[in-house]
């Protein structure tokens, strides 16, 4: 049977970058869309119940409430809240209805959610998002696992979604999700500080030059900008999804010394945003700079008043 028979309803669990994408897209389809996010009864809520209102998005206020009304859940929250937003879902989600785990955990992690929304007669899939969601939106690269994810598959591709099974065994995909971090999150936490320290010292052209040479395929000023960007804006949720990253190596016995260091880099860079270093969430100013000089320039003054 398909979507457009059931006339399904999607209930997104997290309503921050990732959530109201996918809401816009979907409703654009005419899709029922529900949403919560803890936010909602926070000092953040007026500009999501804005955006859903906008949509006509309706906010629940409560997990039990979305998973209630739900056929397909769609979890899009913040790393460690992986298992719990499972755990607060599963006794109330319909028979049969389907959980997509959005989110960055690790494959144990997203083991021990799957025996939580199994265990209450619905049906848990994993998802592991291959890239930024801005640039693709609803057609992101998107890996499935599980028992059941070839059965979604191709409901997912008729909502939209860029979605391909992984594997039948649970974990494989986000696997190829946490390694891939390793590499991609490492990188970005590199780069802020090789930039930065190397702006400190007034030898980041001959840096960019050497990198130039060694990686001629980078272009190491944009992409220098799009990190320094991306973290500015997103290193809390990145750190928090390096820690699942980090728990991925140790579960199979590998001490994670470098998916450790970029957690903390990331959050240390989180830290600095929630001061205020980069100018105001929301607004023109806030991690929208073209050059990386003028971000690592606000790092430096942080580290150095007096200079």
């Not at 998005?57 to 899009?76: F, K, N, Q, Y």
């Not at 990386?292 to 580290?303: G, Q």
């Amino acid at each position: 049977m398909t979507l457009a028979s059931n006339r399904w309803h999607v209930g997104l669990v997290g309503y921050g970058e990732v959530g109201r994408i996918l809401a816009e897209d979907l409703r654009k389809q005419n899709i029922n869309v529900s949403a919560y996010d803890t936010k909602l009864g926070g000092d953040q809520a007026g500009p999501l119940r804005e955006h859903a209102a906008g949509i006509e998005v309706a906010l629940t206020s409560s997990h039990a409430e979305l998973a209630a009304c739900a056929d397909l859940v769609i979890s899009a929250v913040t790393a460690s809240q992986a298992v719990p937003v499972a755990n607060a879902c599963a006794p109330a989600m319909k028979k049969q209805a389907w959980f997509l785990d959005f989110n960055s955990a690790s494959p144990g992690a997203k083991r021990r959610a799957a025996g939580m929304i199994d265990s209450a007669g619905a049906r848990y899939v994993e998802g592991a998002v291959m890239t930024s969601v801005p640039p693709y939106r609803i057609k992101v690269p998107l890996l499935l696992g599980g028992t059941a994810a070839r059965e979604l598959a191709p409901l997912l591709v008729e909502l939209g979604f860029n979605a391909k099974v992984a594997s039948d065994e649970l974990g494989v995909a986000s696997a190829v999700k946490m390694c891939r971090s390793i590499m991609i999150k490492g990188l970005e936490a590199m780069v802020i500080e090789s930039f930065t320290t190397a702006r400190a010292y007034g030898v980041e052209d001959a840096v960019l030059a050497s990198l130039a040479e060694t990686y001629p395929g980078i272009d190491w000023e944009k992409q220098g900008a799009y990190f320094f960007q991306r973290v500015i804006e997103h290193g809390r949720r990145r750190s928090e999804e390096v820690r699942e990253v980090a728990e991925t190596v140790r579960e199979i016995g590998l001490t994670p010394w470098s998916a450790t260091g970029t957690a903390e880099r990331q959050a240390w860079v989180a830290d600095l945003s929630d001061q205020g270093l980069f100018g105001s969430k929301g607004t023109k100013e806030f991690a929208r700079s073209p050059d990386w000089r003028i971000e690592a320039d606000r790092i430096l003054s942080k580290l150095k008043p007096d200079t």
